[in-house]
C-alpha cells in the first residue's frame, strides 16, 4: 500500500512517499481502507521529536490519527461492525507507528465509530482529534444549559467545534479570537471577544455576574486568564498548558471514545456540527499540509484525501 512516512525525527520532518505492507488486524480491529485523513498539529509536533517523552515511537511511522473510511476486513473475534461500513475515528494505538496516513489502517473498535452520514468523507476525517477534544473538556467540565462558558482560542480547529458543542447543549459561549475571525464566530453561535491585552476586561464587560466555566485551547497564559475571569471554584479546562494543574486549573489529553465519537456524529447528522474544510489536499502533498498547519493561520480544518 502506498502510505506517507518518516524515518527520523526532524523540522521539517522527511517525509516520503513509500510503499509499506499492509497492516495486519487483530482481535478486536478492523482494516480501514482509507478515504481521507485529518491533518492536526500534533502530526507534525510529534514528528519533530516534542512528544517523545511522553508517547512511545518506533520508526519509521506512518503519521495520522485521524480516520475516515470504509471497513475492508474485520479481525478475529470482532462482531461490532460489518465490511462495507462507512467508519471515522481517533485512531490511537499504545505506540506511535501505524498512522492513519496510508491507503490502510487497522483501527482497534474502541477509536472508532459510525461515520456522520450528513458529511463528506473530507469533513469527517476533520472532526476525531479535535471533536474529541473539544466535547471531552466540555463534558469534564460538566457545561450545562444556561451556563456561561469562555472559550480561549475560538476559531481554531478545536475552538470552533467546541463552540458549537457548547450551544448545542444550551450554553452562552464567549469566545477570544483576532477581530478577523469575530464574524465567524458569530456565526457559530458565540459572542466574540479580542484576545490579547484587556481581554479579561472585555470578558467582564459581558458577563458581569461571572462566568461558569473556562476551556483554554490556546496555551501562553490562557489559564491564567480565564481564572481570571470565572466565578470562585468555577471549573477551569486547558488542553494546552502541562502546567495547568498547578495553576489551579486541570490539563486534559484527549481519548479515543466510541460513544463521544457517536455523539458527535449524532450532532453532526443535526445539523449542529459543522466541519469547514480549508485545504483538501492529496496524500502525496503532506509535506505542504503540515506547512500550511505550522503557519497557524488556516481557519479550519486541512484533510488529505487517498
Avoid: C
Amino acid at each position: 500500500m502506498k502510505a506517507i512516512a518518516y524515518s527520523a525525527y526532524g523540522t521539517p520532518a522527511p517525509l516520503e512517499l513509500v510503499d509499506a505492507p499492509e497492516p495486519k488486524v487483530g482481535p478486536g480491529e478492523v482494516l480501514i481502507r482509507v478515504k481521507a485523513a485529518g491533518v492536526n498539529p500534533v502530526d507534525w509536533k510529534l514528528a519533530a521529536g516534542y512528544l517523545d517523552p511522553v508517547l512511545e515511537v518506533r520508526h519509521p511511522v506512518i503519521p495520522g490519527w485521524d480516520v475516515a473510511g470504509v471497513v475492508e476486513a474485520l479481525g478475529p473475534d470482532t462482531h461490532d461492525h460489518s465490511v462495507g461500513d462507512e467508519v471515522y475515528g481517533y485512531v490511537r494505538k499504545e505506540w506511535v507507528q501505524l498512522g492513519t496516513y496510508a491507503e490502510l489502517v487497522a483501527a482497534p473498535v474502541r477509536t472508532i465509530a459510525r461515520k456522520p452520514r450528513e458529511l463528506s468523507f473530507e469533513q469527517a476525517a476533520g472532526i476525531p482529534l479535535a471533536g474529541l477534544t473539544a466535547y471531552q473538556a466540555i463534558t469534564r467540565a460538566g457545561v450545562t444549559a444556561g451556563q456561561t462558558v469562555v472559550i480561549h482560542s475560538a476559531a481554531g480547529g478545536t475552538g470552533s467545534l467546541g463552540v458549537q458543542i457548547a450551544v448545542s447543549l444550551g450554553a452562552r459561549v464567549i469566545g477570544t479570537a483576532g477581530t478577523h475571525n469575530h464574524d465567524y464566530l458569530r456565526e457559530l453561535g458565540a459572542e466574540p471577544v479580542l484576545y490579547g491585552e484587556g481581554a479579561a476586561e472585555r470578558i467582564r464587560a459581558l458577563a458581569p455576574e461571572g462566568v461558569d466555566a473556562g476551556l483554554d485551547f490556546h496555551g501562553e497564559g490562557g489559564v491564567e486568564l480565564l481564572r481570571s475571569v470565572v466565578r470562585d471554584g468555577a471549573p477551569v479546562i486547558s488542553i494546552a498548558d502541562n502546567d495547568a494543574d498547578a495553576k489551579g486549573a486541570r490539563h486534559i489529553w484527549v481519548r479515543p471514545d466510541t460513544t463521544d465519537l457517536t455523539a458527535l456524529a449524532e450532532l453532526a447528522d443535526a445539523g449542529r456540527l459543522v466541519v469547514n474544510v480549508a485545504h483538501s489536499l492529496p496524500l502525496a502533498e503532506a509535506a505542504k499540509a503540515w506547512e500550511l498547519s505550522a503557519a497557524g493561520r488556516t481557519r479550519g480544518k486541512i484533510v488529505l484525501t487517498v
